[in-house]
């Protein structure tokens, strides 16, 4: 049983939109903060953007604020990132996690984490 898993990533050029989907296997899902986090090789994870159990608070990265916003549908156990306005320095593997606490910002909060998927932005 795998817990966690986001998929959607790919190659796409600067200026494109891509949306990344991360899908739950676990009954509590709709009590958890959903978090999306980003790295690069040699550096340490990067918080995105978290959306709260119920979606009516959402949380940005000041780098995709205006850009990027993410969406939950607790029925269907999914997590969203939507993508808008792709720059260069968006590129990364980027992570789905599940916590449940309101410091939303830092990886020591969430419990579970998805397996990543690699986001390339080309210029």
């Known amino acids: 049983q795998v817990p966690l898993v986001e998929f959607g990533g790919g190659l796409v050029q600067a200026g494109d939109s891509l949306t990344l989907s991360c899908a739950v296997s676990?009954?509590?899902?709709?009590?958890?903060?959903m978090g999306w986090f980003r790295q690069t090789p040699g550096k340490e994870r990067e918080f995105v953007a978290a959306?709260?159990?119920?979606?009516?608070?959402?949380w940005y990265h000041d780098s995709v604020k205006g850009r990027f916003s993410v969406s939950r549908d607790n029925t269907a156990k999914m997590a969203y990132l939507h993508m808008n306005s792709l720059e260069p320095e968006d590129t990364g593997v980027y992570y789905c996690a599940a916590g449940n606490h309101l410091d939303v910002y830092y990886t020591t909060n969430y419990d579970q984490w998805g397996q990543g998927t690699q986001v390339t932005v080309s210029s």
């Open positions: 959306i709260h159990w119920n979606g009516e608070s959402a």
């Open positions: 676990r009954r509590s899902f709709s009590t958890y903060i």
